[in-house]
């Protein structure tokens, strides 16, 4: 569909209609040759509507406008648990870069004097002995990830029981399951990293786990652990998931998921 | 106001008498300039980019007319800034309590992975405890009499298939579940489904630690099949019973003024 201009759109018409002095004129001028590419005027209505409602009162809540229960703010904690865990996940993201400064991904015989201790684990008891802040900043990251995991399970509840995932919102339910999967996947593949006892048992229930899989389950195995006994190749793998793969993955989901609740608005609790 | 031009000093303000003690505010009326005409009101330059803004603004109007996209207004109100604000000041909150944490209660960490010597205990982290509770749900898994009392799959299988089910039944409930109805007394079966959901998850975590429980296994697997039913049927037989006096109040508050589609 092709749109003409309107004849009222013909702005240089206008400006020879207006009867200008110089400086109108050629103010009037970088105006609109500016305007004709940027489109300064949309994002001069923003700062102008900022400018205007500074001073101005926030406009009613739902609650305050339809005179609901006032007790209404006792919920509030459960409707920022979408926020919380974007920040803990901000949090844990920040922490783990800092984290994987020190922390070496390889399975062979560490330096430290532990018996039978890999690189891997040396390098995180270096980490909490030797570094300043090093135990303070993997505990961040674990209990940023521990915080981000259930603030995630909550928010689903309270999304569930409101009943914040009707109609216009079933896309972002879906993904919200896809999202608090990968973070499972997420929190799994850390667990992993250490390569303790925990870690290593739980990488052999993890094997086990995807090789019951029907039909495809050697596959999935050989694709995610390397192989089907434990070693360098899981460990390599589930480094590149945790600090690759799934931080640019689960961050352009939860941009998608939080854009998409910016569009559609927070679902009226009543 | 003829009478009020020999009093100069009042017909400045409108005539009337000036409050300092903040008792004379009062909402904007029909006289009070609106934010749109006070700017209509400046001169020179600032004149001009407002009415060159005008313009432009219209030009976008008409565009927008022309086409085809329709605005559709949704039931909602906005991210910003009711929700932020609040969120971020309760957010922050919880951050400090993360560090607070993180300070007081470092992790532990086990001895190094050796394969030779398998651990009495074998745990993923808490959050995937109900996954790995329904993996041990091999003694629901059928045996058929045609195969001579076998398995139509490993214990295992069955377990990951048990996983599926529960993920692909949770992401298909906005499709089952319609209407405008929220609150959990205006939906009572839904509110059960839920906590029959919460409660699974509870008992199926619990199963998948048995061997740290008090319990007697073959107990706790009973139970962890058979609370949630029981915590599902008590939420429904209750939302029920609530749900007349609490329609009620909703139907006169809340519906009257925003009545459902």
Known sequence: MSLEPADESDHEGWMERKDLTPIEKGYLTVLVWLDRRLRIVDYLEILENLYYKVNLQMPKSHTEQYNLDNKFWYWYPLYALGSLSTIA????????ALLGFYYAPAAAEGACDIESATVAYCSITA?????NFGFFLRSLHRWSAQVMTAAVFLHMLRVYFTGAYKEPRELNWILGIVLIS?????????????WDQLAFWAGQIGVQMSLSIPLAGEWVAQLIFGGFTLGQATLMRMYILHVFFLPFVVTTLIAIHIGIVWMQGIAEPH | MTDTDSDSEAATDGGEEVRADGTGIVAPDDETPTWRERKERSQGLSRLTYEYFERARREDQDLREESTYVERDVLAFPTWPHELIRNLSITFFF????????ATLPPHIAAPADPSTTPAIILPDWYLYWSFGLLKLGPLNPEIALLGGQKLMKDATYGVIANIVVVGFISIVPFLNKGAARRPVEQPFWAAVGVFGVTFAATISALAVKNLLPIDPHLLFDLALLLPFVTGFVTYALLKTMREGYMFSLNRRYYRLRPPK
């Open chain 1, 89 to 96: 996940y901000v949090v844990a993201a920040i922490s783990g």
């Open chain 2, 95 to 102: 951050v400090g309590m993360i560090i607070f944490l993180s």
């Open chain 1, 182 to 194: 990968l973070t499972m996947v997420f929190g799994y593949t850390g667990y992993l990293l250490p």
């Open chain 1, 127 to 131: 980490l909490m002995t030797d570094i």
